[in-house]
Structures are given as structure tokens and as C-alpha cells.
């Protein structure tokens, strides 16, 4: 069960190699979903490994995460959205999850109420992205390739934060084995979501070369 669980969370590393091996030939846009990829693993490797939780690394991780995702999608929205705004949302996000590591940090912390609210919120912008009709333009393979980056991001987000809020509220000695057999289902969720990254990017829109 030990190697079943080492290998279901460092599975990030099967995106990851696509991700580096399609970095230049493909659209700008996924580099950036390929460097929160990257960082990803970098954070997943210090967790398997580390004896002692790096409160840095996973700091830099959640920022980088939602910074980058929020980025993407903002190139993806076929409806403008003024630079002003953009640049609140970002600031916004980045200082509510640094709140959040930093009272985690203190371990005062129960639930990063502002980290869940955040990828909630990216997850919801995605919907939307998902029903814009402008996405009819482009290919069936870039709208395939957008799927199957947005809706594992939104499930993973929603199961997430379920699980924690009600943890929050309800975990005690009675429900402990519950909320671990739950907890431990988001392995299988990340698994499946980092296979859907990778046929994403295997599948994304090639750079346009000029004469």
C-alpha cells in the first residue's frame, strides 16, 4: 500500500515529462499551466520525502499554482478583461493564501479558508470559460485540450474543499477513519486528473511558425 501511495503522489511526474517534452513546440499559454506542474512536483517530492513539513515550499507552491491557473484562464476568456481587474484578482489571491500559510504556519489555523475560496473561485471562472461560444472557433482538439485542464482542476477543487470544510466541523475519534478513507480518494482524483494533464498537453495547440 506504501508504494501504491508513493506512486499515486508522485504521479504529477507523467505531466510533468510531457510537459517538458512538448515546451517549445507548444502555446505560450500552457507553459505557464507546465510550471505549475513543475512546481507541483517539486512541492509533492518535499511532502513524500522531507521529515518535517516545509512550510516555504508549500507556501511558494500554492502560490504559484493559483497564480499561474488564473493566468491561463485569463488568456483563455474570449471576453476582455480590463488590466486593472486582472491585477486585482492577482493581488487579491496571492495575499489571501499568503494569510493562509501563514497562520498554517502557527498552527492556529484550522482550515485555509482563503486557499479553498481561492481555487473555488479559479475553478468556477473555468465554467465559464467552458461555455463561452467563441470556444466553437477553435479546434476540436484545443477545446478538447481545454477540458481536460479545466474540469479536473474544478473537480479537484470542489472534493477539496468539501472534505476539508466538513473536517472542519466534524471531524473527532469517531469520523477520523471516514475523513482518512475520503482524504485518501483525492490521491486517485489527482492521479486521473495529472493522465487528463497529460493527453491536455499532448494535444495542445502547436505554436504558429512564421516564414
Given amino acids: 500500500m506504501t ?9 504529477i511526474i507523467i505531466p510533468v515529462t510531457a510537459g517538458i517534452f512538448v515546451f ?45 491557473i488564473l493566468l491561463l484562464y485569463f488568456i483563455w476568456d474570449t471576453e476582455k478583461v480590463a488590466n486593472a481587474k486582472k491585477i486585482f484578482i492577482h493581488a487579491l489571491i496571492f495575499i489571501l493564501i499568503l ?18 475560496a481561492s481555487i473555488i473561485g479559479i475553478s468556477f471562472y473555468g465554467i465559464r470559460l467552458l461555455t463561452q461560444g467563441q470556444n466553437n472557433l477553435i ?15 474544478l473537480v479537484f477543487s470542489v472534493y477539496y474543499a ?11 475519534d469517531a469520523t477520523r477513519a471516514v475523513f482518512k478513507d ?16 497529460t ?4 494535444w495542445a495547440p502547436k505554436k504558429e511558425k512564421f516564414l
Fill in 24 to 68: 517549445k513546440s507548444i502555446k505560450q499559454e500552457y507553459r505557464y499551466f507546465i510550471a505549475s506542474l513543475i512546481a507541483g512536483a517539486f512541492n509533492e517530492y518535499i511532502a513524500e520525502f522531507s521529515k518535517q513539513e516545509n512550510f516555504i515550499v508549500s507556501s511558494i507552491y500554492s502560490v504559484l499554482n493559483t497564480q499561474l
Fill in 182 to 197: 475520503l482524504y485518501n480518494v483525492i490521491r486517485w482524483i489527482n492521479f486521473i486528473s495529472y493522465i487528463s494533464y
Fill in 139 to 153: 479546434s476540436p482538439k484545443a477545446s478538447l485540450s481545454r477540458k481536460l485542464i479545466i474540469i479536473p482542476y
Fill in 199 to 202: 493527453l491536455a498537453l499532448l
Fill in 3 to 11: 508504494t501504491l501511495v508513493i506512486f499515486l503522489n508522485l504521479s
Fill in 99 to 116: 494569510i493562509d500559510q501563514y497562520y498554517d504556519y502557527l498552527s492556529i489555523y484550522h482550515i485555509k479558508w482563503a486557499y479553498v
Fill in 162 to 172: 468539501a472534505i476539508n470544510i466538513l473536517m472542519h466541523y466534524l471531524y473527532n
